[in-house]
């Protein structure tokens, strides 16, 4: 009868943020002099710290007349948004006052993982070593992490009318994405296993995509201010 001896652990994480902010303000006719501030600011942050461990330890024994596998796999999706929107808006009147608008869109994301697939003796002392026994032994950690961040700030002015003065429109944005998983396979003891193919494995597929963007936009009418 063949058996086939599988032991896992496995942990799949999504995690998806939408931050949005918006700020405006309307000068009708003689809007006065003076400065006009309009801001707005949008921020997400994401700290993740997973631990994934599968063991065989202390004197336990695993007999398979086909494969014995050992796998630990940590899955991670981040998906974070951020967007902010600053309008400042005049018209229809005499105004010598000066707007300022100013957008910002920032995302930040920390993935710090463990993922661990061991085979060895306990940490206490005199702990007695595993054995393995099966053809095909596979000892596996897999940690794939995937961000996407898109931030985005836009700042935007329009002064109609016969005013003077002057207008500014600022747009910034910011992403800042850092994995530092640790991702490892080990067999402490090479007389633990009895097989005739082993394959001890550690992989990290981790991929940051990141987009930043900023958008200023400034339309005035009339008279030039100087």
Do not use: W
């Not at 710090?112 to 306990?122: D, F, L, S």
């Not at 097989?195 to 930043?212: C, F, G, N, P, Y």
């Amino acid at each position: 009868l063949p058996i086939s001896v599988v032991i896992t652990a496995e942990s799949t994480a999504d995690v998806h943020a939408l931050t949005i902010a918006g700020g405006g303000t309307y000068a009708g006719s003689d809007g006065g002099e003076g400065f006009d501030f309009v801001g707005a600011g949008a921020i997400s942050i994401n700290d993740v710290a997973n631990v994934v461990e599968v063991m065989v330890r202390n004197g336990a024994q695993v007999t398979a007349t086909v494969t014995a596998e050992i796998r630990a796999r940590d899955e991670l999706d981040v998906r974070a948004d951020a967007g902010s929107a600053a309008i400042f808006l005049s018209t229809d009147g005499e105004s010598g006052g000066v707007p300022i608008t100013v957008g910002v869109g920032a995302a930040t994301n920390d993935v710090a993982e463990q993922v661990k697939a061991t085979v060895a003796p306990g940490s206490a002392e005199g702990a007695v070593a595993p054995v393995l026994t099966a053809p095909i032994t596979v000892v596996e950690a897999v940690g794939d992490t995937t961000i996407h961040a898109l931030s985005i700030g836009i700042g935007g002015a329009m002064q109609l009318g016969t005013g003077g003065g002057a207008s500014f429109a600022n747009a910034g944005s910011g992403s800042g994405n850092t994995v530092g998983n640790t991702v490892h396979a080990k067999v402490q003891e090479a007389d633990t296993i009895a097989a005739t193919s082993l394959s001890i494995r550690a992989t990290d597929a981790s991929e940051i995509v990141a987009d930043a963007g900023g958008v200023a936009l400034l339309f005035t009418r009339g008279p030039p201010a100087f």
